[in-house]
């Protein structure tokens, strides 16, 4: 009975919303400036930009799984991952460019910076799935 309902669920999404989501993770902000709610745009797509650099600023460390992590250490290493995607095309950039990936925990302010690129991941998710939702009609 739920998977009918998930699958009756998921017929009925229009493209447009999965296309809005995805834009939505990719660039924070964009899902919601896409369909002109300008003000949830701004805030939300600014707290996570501004998070995000400001956690760089800050000495925070963008975490990945490499080839050198064996065991319980990938999972200890794919939980923030996790969260620091979730900045989209910021941590992409990031990665190409390799910044942000070196620990810098001699600086007093490190810890502070890895909580805000982890709270800016998250949040974008949140912000994502908030313009899914609208795209979808499912929320004003």
């Not at 009925?12 to 300008?38: D, E, N, Y």
């Not at 810098?104 to 998250?122: H, I, K, S």
Request: hydrophobic share 50%; with cysteine.
């Amino acid at each position: 009975m739920v998977a009918k309902q998930i699958e009756r669920s998921a017929a009925s999404t229009p493209s447009r919303a999965w296309w809005i989501g995805v834009a939505a993770w990719a660039v924070p902000g964009l899902g919601h400036l896409l369909q002109k709610r300008w003000g949830r745009g701004l805030l939300l797509g600014g707290s996570v930009w501004g998070m995000f650099f400001m956690g760089l600023a800050l000495g925070g460390h963008l975490f990945r799984v490499s080839g050198s992590d064996q065991g319980f250490s990938i999972i200890l290493q794919a939980l923030p991952m996790i969260a620091n995607i979730g900045s989209g095309l910021l941590y992409i950039v990031c990665w190409l460019t390799n910044t942000g990936f070196v620990e810098q925990a001699q600086r007093v302010t490190y810890e502070y910076g890895n909580t805000f690129l982890l709270v800016a991941g998250l949040l974008n998710y949140l912000a994502m799935l908030d313009a899914f939702d609208i795209a979808a009609g499912r929320k004003r």
